[in-house]
């Protein structure tokens, strides 16, 4: 059964659509980590490294629902055999059965938030040949900034991605932070991608940063200001991270790459290891 976290009577299920070592050396992947910034990080999430040092991931989607309310799912994972993630990331998927084992209905979801447009992020967004849009009854949010970026992030994006969420009246583009409820709010992260965002929820006194890529490992938390090296502009994800653990002051943080998906962060001034 999935795991998930309650906040009033908001559910945030974690969905697992595959896990599988990263295609390099994680000191490649963060070049300026030094072994004190390791030790502490695999100390603190001793999941994420194998036992011959490799960086081992998940790769995770958010459901979130309030009530028996209709579900907003943030980002669509690696996809089927024949997705765009195909030549690097674990495929196939297993969201399908995921969300199945969530009692949740692909008709149920009526909002998709793709944080980027990565393709370990949008699998199962569009479907099929000719692709159609998996969850038939959803907006799929995408800030503009990502979508005019499209065809550098990956040529494959316009035509395998955008054209068919347009042809069927689904992709909705945002620009800049937008509200969805009183409880959710999309915030907008640059740096990793163009327009990469996270989604803020707020209950009472707690905040969850279901955060995208706006960091990657749990070395980031460790240190913020460690740059991951598949950013697209390295001071601008920096800037963007420690705006938003600092700023927004999230009491749990929802990540689809850590070794545990909600991880507790009572104190987002989060002291440098060096």
Known sequence: MPLSHTLGSITVT???????????????????????????????????????GRWWLPFRSFAIRSGDGPVTLVDAGVGPADSLAAGWAPVPGRLPAELAAAGIDPADVDTVVLTHLHTDHIGWAVTGTPGRPYFPNASYLVQRADLDAAETLNPALPAGLIAPLRAAGQLRVVDGETTLTPAVRL????????????????????????????????????????????????????????????????????????????????????????
């Open 14 to 52: 974690a969905l697992i659509d595959s896990e599988g070592a990263f295609f390099q050396p994680r000191t490649e992947a963060f070049p300026h980590a030094t072994a004190a910034h390791w030790r502490e990080a695999d100390r603190r999430d001793p999941g994420a490294v194998t036992a011959d």
């Open 187 to 274: 915030l907008p992260t640059p740096g990793h991608t163009p327009g990469h965002q996270s989604v803020l929820l707020t209950c009472a006194d707690e905040r969850m940063l279901v955060t995208g890529d706006l960091l990657v490992h749990v070395v980031q938390l460790v240190d913020p200001e460690l740059s991951y090296a598949h950013e697209v502009d390295e001071d601008q994800a920096r800037d963007s991270r420690l705006t938003a653990l600092r700023t927004h002051s999230p009491t749990v943080l929802a990540t689809p790459h850590l070794g545990t998906p909600f991880t507790p962060h009572p104190h987002p001034h989060t002291p440098r290891v060096g």
